[in-house]
């Protein structure tokens, strides 16, 4: 997708050219909410922010001029309450993709609070959002030597027990480690004797699901998975979803001009959305549903220490920026006194 491109004027009285993406993804190679709210805000009260590209390493300036929705990622939104008054009155329009795991005894997610505290987090934010606007990741469920799928099952259980009219959908992955070779190091350098997910598993852990799904009646989805599920009640999901934004959002008239949506009555005066683009983000994985956007985060910045984690190379560089990251917020606050 080729965004707009506009002129802006840095900090730095320079004059320089930006994207100005109408999505935003905040962020699925680092999580903004809980790490860097303080830096999102100050980045969007200043109107644009540069980001860096990993595969070439030159600079790219981002403008949010147009933007008019923004998807958050992230296992902890609670730093990010104490802006929500902020996020209403200057975002048009927002939702948050919340992964709440249950993987705190093995250790896995080494920097998340409790499953419990992460519960309640999940309830509060439900609660001023609206549970369209929170949506639950389990994400990714992963199989090892002391981890079966009855035991997933029943954690994926004490979860959904709670969440479930705090939400309406779920979306999951199956790990994917064969073709991390990072993962792998990661896994077996924390003595981790993982179990690769085959189709039968799959199926097995969706039959389970479904069952389960039987008290909560969420919408279940997976993400960027090839396998078709469909006959459990399980859809290919959309995490940067179109459908979503025309049932939560229709009122933004240029949010809906972009996405192609008309609206068209049928004989019988019911109302039909008609979507006439295909947004599909080529740039992402083949078996991703997601429309289109602008992902302002950066790989290898990332302090929750997840040894599964796809985006950082490991944990000991990911800590590293970030404290790189905090010393320099620090130098910016003395600088500013």
């Given at each position: 997708?080729?965004?707009q491109?506009i ?24 999580d ?30 981002v ?14 939104p ?16 927002y939702y ?15 920097k ?22 929170v ?17 997933l ?36 350098k924390d ?10 598993l ?6 389970g699901?479904n ?8 919408k ?6 090839k ?20 049932d ?10 972009f ?10 005066g ?28 950066q790989?290898?910045?990332c ?22 990251h ?7 606050t003395?600088?500013?006194?």
């Amino acid at each position: 997708m080729k965004w707009q491109k506009i002129k802006i004027i840095t900090e730095n009285n320079e004059e320089v050219e930006a994207q100005a993406p109408i999505i935003v993804s905040a962020s699925r190679s680092t999580d903004i909410p809980t790490f860097y709210a303080d830096w999102f805000v100050k980045r969007w009260e200043k109107g644009y922010l540069k980001w860096i590209n990993p595969f070439n390493n030159k600079p790219l300036y981002v403008s949010f001029k147009n933007t008019r929705l923004v998807v958050f990622w992230t296992k902890n939104p609670r730093p990010m309450f104490k802006y929500l008054d902020f996020l209403d009155e200057n975002i048009p329009n927002y939702y948050f993709q919340f992964t709440l795991n249950d993987y705190d005894k093995e250790g896995f997610e080494a920097k998340v609070p409790s499953v419990e505290s992460r519960i309640e987090t999940f309830k509060e934010l439900s609660k001023r959002l609206g549970k369209k606007r929170v949506i639950w990741r389990f994400d990714p469920l992963i199989l090892t030597d002391k981890i079966g799928i009855d035991d997933l099952l029943q954690r994926v259980k004490r979860i959904g027990d709670e969440l479930k009219d705090y939400t309406e959908k779920l979306v999951f992955s199956f790990v994917d480690i064969s073709i991390y070779k990072k993962v792998q190091n990661n896994l077996k350098k924390d003595k981790v004797n993982y179990i690769e997910w085959t189709p039968d598993l799959m199926e097995r852990f969706a039959i389970g699901l479904n069952n389960l799904n039987q008290n909560w009646n969420l919408k279940l989805g997976t993400c960027s998975e090839k396998i078709d599920l469909e006959r459990y009640g399980i859809i290919h999901n959309k995490c940067i979803d179109d459908d979503l934004m025309i049932d939560i959002f229709s009122k933004d008239k240029k949010l809906m001009e972009f996405l192609g949506v008309k609206v068209s009555y049928n004989l019988f005066g019911e109302k039909e959305i008609i979507k006439t683009k295909s947004l599909k983000d080529k740039g992402q994985r083949e078996d991703c549903g997601c429309i289109v956007s602008k992902d302002i985060g950066q790989y290898n910045t990332c302090p929750h220490e997840c040894n599964y984690c796809y985006a950082n190379a490991s944990k000991e560089i990911a800590k590293k920026n970030y404290q790189k990251h905090l010393e320099n917020r620090f130098a910016e606050t003395i600088k500013g006194v």
